[in-house]
């Protein structure tokens, strides 16, 4: 295995804790290698590598911390638009659209309910199906405001997102629950886990079936912070009357996939309604 020179310093990746060593390499020719070790895992690497490897993560490590000191600005809540309550006349043409969807067999899960906006989850297997049904009820498909046409892309394979005008009434399609991306005009999916309980959790209200609170709270909550970049009067309100659901565990476990080690301090701030913090504090969170 080479002969081991020295220990030359010890790490952490995670919650495991590894050894750098220095080796002799196994002959004259081939120099010194270093191992990163401990008594499960060895990873072998010339010292070249390591210099390439290590270099790279410093230059990372530096790129990460002068971002997270440039100032954030927040957009303030007078910024957003005034949300129209959701007229009987509108729930109606959301349960007729809902009780399609569910005649074709196809799977959804709402998002959000607006007067002119119904925000939903399709399922990727069913989008086929789908789209025959907007053939069926004459469905009129739009350029989505925030989609490919207006500059944005789509990460990780996520499909990207549409804009339906049925009746006059608009139709908003996800097929996966989304997070912009820190890279400006980017989207991506949320964590796996999210992904799974968004068609294993879910609520029946109003003949519509919704995505359970906890997926409904995180996508108001990182459609705020990495999206609109400030919390507007609806999204405050949504986040204080279910914050009952920040003593649930599945909630924690949810979130730290997304905010990782910001997840306590995170919930204090929800908790407290202190939203003028959350987003400075987030940017500028380095502890991860």
Known sequence: MGEKIRDIHPITIGKTSLMIELNEGYTKDEGKLIHIQNNKFRYLLRLSDFYNLSTTVLRGWSEFVYNKQKPVSTRPESEFGVRQEVTSKALSIYQKYASSLSSSKIEYRVLDVQDKLLTIVVSEENIESFDLLMKEINA?????????????????????????????????????????????????????????????????????????????????????????????????????????????????????????????????????????????????????
Not at 198 to 225: M, P, Q, R, S, T
Not at 251 to 258: L, Q
């Open 140 to 288: 009129k498909e739009l350029s989505h405001p925030f989609g490919v046409d207006s500059g944005y892309i789509f990460l990780y394979q996520m499909k990207a997102f549409r804009l339906f005008q049925v009746e006059g009434y608009y139709i908003e399609v996800y097929s996966q629950l989304p997070c912009a991306s820190i890279t400006p005009n980017s989207w991506i999916p949320v964590d796996k886990i999210i992904q799974k309980r968004v068609w294993y959790k879910f609520e029946e209200k109003n003949g519509l079936k919704w995505c359970d609170g906890v997926c409904c709270y995180i996508y108001h909550l990182c459609w705020a912070i990495f999206h609109n970049k400030g919390f507007s009067s609806y999204e405050k309100t949504v986040l204080q009357s279910n914050i009952s659901l920040l003593d649930d565990k599945e909630t924690i476990d949810c979130f730290k996939v997304i905010f990782f080690n910001f997840t306590e301090e995170l919930v204090q701030l929800l908790k407290k309604g202190d939203f003028g913090s959350i987003i400075p504090r987030y940017f500028s969170f380095i502890d991860y």
